[in-house]
């Protein structure tokens, strides 16, 4: 197996897609940071996942287009990425989950349980990581479906949330 240690990080840069080097606290790098937290959040609650399997898989599909966004915002400006984006089907699929849902916007207090308490922590991240997108998209432009599908996002899991049995309560 290859070393996982290039050592060419060891003086404050990395690279973007294409060996562009860039310090580590680029823009480009925070908003990567803030997607592969969400991701590893994402793959906790698929972990713990007690409800219906469609709902597990939109959220694997998910957790997998988000290792794509992380490819294209590592892709410098003016540079072309391949992999192909997915984010407007899943935000649709989102769209009518959150359309489905009874309820109502509230301000939630998490930690009624392990799951919703996860979920709510993955729900910040994306906000997190969306506003990372915001402050990279005023240097270089981000593609907007990336933009709605990361707000989505923060949606659907308060969603999923505040829909578990036993969810956690508006306050």
Wanted: glycine residues 6%; proline residues 4%.
């Amino acid at each position: 197996m290859k070393s996982v240690t290039t050592k060419t990080g060891d003086l404050g840069q990395t690279s973007l897609r294409g060996g562009v080097r860039v310090d580590k606290d680029d823009i480009h790098i925070e908003t990567n940071g803030q997607l592969d937290h969400l991701t590893t959040l994402l793959g906790m609650i698929r972990v713990k996942w007690t409800r219906s399997a469609s709902e597990l898989a939109l959220l694997c599909d998910i957790q997998r287009e988000l290792m794509t966004v992380m490819s294209h915002v590592a892709t410098p400006d003016g540079a072309e990425n391949p992999r192909k984006l997915h984010v407007e089907e899943l935000t649709l699929l989102m769209e009518k989950a959150i359309e489905a849902a009874n309820v109502r916007p509230c301000f939630v207090l998490p930690g009624e349980d392990e799951l919703t308490t996860w979920l709510h922590l993955a729900r910040t991240t994306a906000r997190t990581a969306e506003r990372r997108l915001w402050a990279l998209n005023r240097q270089q432009a981000v593609n907007p479906a990336i933009l709605r599908f990361l707000n989505r996002l923060s949606d659907y899991l308060f969603i999923l949330a505040v829909e578990m049995p036993r969810g956690a309560s508006c306050n």
